[in-house]
Each structure stands twice: as structure tokens, then as C-alpha cells.
């Protein structure tokens, strides 16, 4: 085949082929989310939503394998050079690596398949800004061809995609508390004071309500045996509410909470601030206007999607618990590739740090997740507090990745390279 007809055979597998394949599984992954009941009563959970479940881990895979064929043709199309030179490569992979990710580690590993449809939403998200930020593969200029590209931005790359799947763990952590601080209230007005059931949901410290889960006894004991434990271990594998009735409960308290108008609206207008730095200023109105649309629309179907099936999801502070986990081990890469990002600029530039836009907001980057970690690491600090935090976090590393490509020029202004 020649040059251009891989290009065109990784655009289309790409677009629709596989972002098509991811939406379908995510589909499947909230339907047996949504469908999954436990029966407490046997000696294992017998879940009703395992035929969708598996149908999901099949479509997903299915959807990883023309993923890595997109990837590969766009190499061989590009001369054979590595597959993340551009912005729009750079953030192909990303997405193929967070599903990657949602099905080894979380699925397999961890036995939180729950997670993975939110985690293939994420995934859709970053590869639809990819669309906008299409460009045909192509050779790179002669700064950029160096071992050094291959170590310094595919660990840019890992680091981003590990921060990208540990910042939709604090965004569901979020919507979870609520709901859960909403029912601890309603049942602790019911039981007239009583506290028995109540569970870790934020800490002390941080303003948040006791939250009443099922009692359940996990590897640290009882509740009261985890009272003095970690937060980050005091869920001791409780899931959450598993049973129908307190499903509806959480669901109840998410909707008499927040709205999903002003939950849409919301959105619309904090993702319209933002959608400038996707929309070159050469674009025409209309073409403009549909991107506009597109980013936001997303957003918004994204935001309503965590809010209707997010009720299903393991508890607060399990999710706070994986949040802060997913971010401390990313935190090492992105301080490993920091280092050979000076590495690199001394061998091109002859300087190790030149306060570039890029090497400035990298920086910034790193003492906010640093921020994050010693915030999240001392003892009082967790739950909202922290996942706000880790969420602004996230914010500076999208500044880092979009608004310093794409508006700030500097020297790693290459066409796009987020380098």
C-alpha cells in the first residue's frame, strides 16, 4: 500500500471505526452497570447484567485492536517514525492507552469493571478533540529527530493519560459524596440521631457528612475496627450500596441535588470558555460554529452521563482512594520526563531549563500534583478538599497540553508536537 492510502485506512479506522466500537462498549459497560443487582443472601454475588458485561469486555477489545492498527498504519504512513509527533497523535495513543489501562488494570486487575465505561468516556472525549486537531502524517523537522523523542514525550504521554484517568476519579468522587452526604443526612433525620452504618465519605476536616453505607466486614474488620484506619483503606473493599433500594436512593438524592438542566447549562457555558483554543482563527464561521457545538454538546452528554449512572459506582472514599492511587503513580513519570525534557533541550539548545512557556507550564504541572500528593498525604486532607485540588491539577495540565501548543509560541512550537 502506499503512503497515502494508509493515511486514509488510519484515518477511517480511526474515525469512525473505532470511536464508534468504544461508544458502543461504554453503552454496554453503564448497561450492566446500571443492571447489575447482588443477591447478599448466597455465598457469591449473583449478578444479573454479566452477559452485557462480557459483551462490553468484547467490544472494548475489539476496539483496542483497531485502535493499535490506526496507530501502526499512521506510523508506517509517516515513514515509519514513532506514532505520537503531532498533537492529534499524541492524543490518539493517549486514548488508546486509558482504555488500555481501564481494561488490564481496573477490569482484570483490580475487578472494578464499573469504572470502564466512564474511563471509555474519557477516552472518547480525548480522541474526539483529536478529530479537531487532525493532521495528515507527515515526516517531522530535523530537531525532532532524536532518540529522545521517543523517551521524553511517550513518557509526557503516559504520565498525561495516568493524571487524565485519575482526574475522572476525582469527578465521580465528587457526584458520589454528594449523593452520599444527601442520604446520611435524610437517614440520620430518620434514625433520629442514630449513627449506626455511617461511613468514611470525605474525613474530618473537610466538611463532609458522615455517609451510610451497608455494614461490611472487608479485610480491615468491622467498621468500628476501621475507624482508626487510612482513609485511603478504610473502605476495606466496600463497594457501596449494592441493592436496589439504595440505588434508588442515591439516584434520588443525586437528582433533588443537582439538576440536569442547570447541570447541562453549566456545562455548556464553562466548556464555551474554553472551546476558543480548539478553533484555529483561519476556520470559517460555520466550521467554526460546528466545532463549537461539537466540544460542547460532548461535554454536556459527558456531564449528564456521570450524573444519571454515577449512583451505581463504588463509594466516596473508594474513589477518592483510587483517584489519589492512579495520581502517585503517575506522579514519578511525569517528573521522569521533565528530566529528559532538559535532557533533551541541552542537546538541542544547549541549555537544560530556558523558562519556555512549554518547560514553565511543565513545571507548574508538576508542583501541582506535587501540591496534590503532599495536600493528599497529609493526614485530614481528603476526600472534596483533595479532589478538588487534583481537579485544578488536571486544569493546569490541560493549560500545559492545548493553550501553550496551540496559542503561546515559544520553542516547542513545532506545528503541534507536545513536546
Known amino acids: 500500500m502506499t503512503e497515502m492510502q494508509l493515511a486514509e485506512l488510519s484515518r477511517v479506522l480511526f474515525f469512525p471505526v473505532t470511536m464508534l466500537l468504544y461508544l458502543v462498549a461504554m453503552g ?69 492507552l486509558v482504555v488500555l489501562a481501564g481494561l488490564l488494570i481496573f477490569q482484570w486487575r483490580m475487578r472494578r469493571p464499573e469504572v470502564v465505561g466512564f474511563l471509555l468516556l474519557g477516552s472518547l472525549l480525548t480522541m474526539g478533540a483529536a478529530l479537531l486537531l487532525y493532521a495528515e502524517p507527515g515526516p517531522l523537522q530535523p530537531i ?5 523523542l521517543k523517551i521524553h514525550v511517550f513518557s509526557i504521554m503516559v504520565a498525561a493519560t495516568v493524571f487524565t484517568v485519575g482526574f475522572i476519579f476525582n469527578g465521580l468522587h465528587l457526584i458520589r459524596d454528594t449523593a452520599e452526604q444527601r442520604v446520611a443526612e435524610a437517614r440520620t433525620a ?45 473502605d476495606g473493599g466496600v463497594r457501596g450500596p449494592a441493592d436496589g433500594d439504595d440505588d434508588v436512593a442515591y ?51 459527558a456531564a449528564l452521563l456521570g450524573w444519571w449512572f454515577v449512583a451505581k459506582l463504588p463509594s466516596a472514599a473508594t474513589l477518592d482512594s483510587l ?52 495536600a493528599r498525604a497529609t493526614r485530614g486532607f481528603r476526600g472534596r478538599g483533595a479532589a478538588w485540588l487534583g481537579i485544578g491539577a488536571f486544569a493546569v495540565l490541560m493549560f500545559t497540553y492545548y493553550a501553550v501548543n496551540l496559542v503561546v509560541t515559544g520553542l516547542h512550537s513545532y506545528g503541534g508536537l507536545p513536546s
Open 323 to 374: 483517584a489519589y492511587r492512579t495520581i502517585a503513580f503517575g506522579f514519578p513519570i511525569w517528573t521522569f520526563a521533565v528530566l529528559t525534557g532538559a535532557i533533551w533541550a541541552e542537546q538541542s539548545w544547549g541549555r537544560y531549563w530556558g523558562w519556555d512557556p512549554k518547560e514553565t507550564s511543565a513545571f507548574l504541572t508538576w508542583v501541582a500534583y506535587a501540591g496534590y500528593l503532599h
Open 190 to 234: 430518620g434514625l433520629t440521631g442514630s449513627t449506626v452504618g455511617a461511613a468514611y465519605s470525605g474525613g474530618a476536616g473537610v466538611g463532609g457528612a458522615p455517609v451510610v453505607v451497608e455494614e461490611d466486614e472487608g479485610p480491615l474488620g468491622t467498621e468500628a475496627d476501621r475507624a482508626d484506619a487510612p482513609a485511603d483503606l478504610a
Open 28 to 96: 454496554l459497560y453503564l448497561y450492566a452497570l446500571a443492571f447489575t443487582k447482588v443477591d447478599r443472601g448466597a455465598d457469591e454475588p449473583a449478578i444479573a447484567g454479566t452477559r452485557a458485561l462480557r459483551l462490553a469486555t468484547v467490544v472494548a477489545g475489539i476496539g483496542l485492536v483497531t485502535h493499535l492498527g490506526h496507530i501502526v498504519t499512521r506510523s508506517l504512513a509517516a515513514g515509519g517514525r514513532v506514532p505520537w509527533g503531532t498533537m492529534f497523535e499524541y492524543s490518539s495513543v493517549s486514548g488508546f
Open 144 to 148: 525532532l529527530n532524536s532518540h529522545w
Open 251 to 301: 439516584g434520588a438524592a443525586l437528582r433533588a441535588t443537582i439538576s440536569p438542566w442547570r447541570l447541562a447549562i453549566g456545562t455548556f457555558l464553562g466548556a464555551a470558555t474554553i472551546s476558543w483554543v480548539f478553533i484555529p482563527a483561519s476556520e470559517t464561521v460555520a466550521t467554526g460554529l460546528r466545532s463549537f457545538l461539537a466540544i460542547n454538546l460532548a461535554l454536556v452528554a
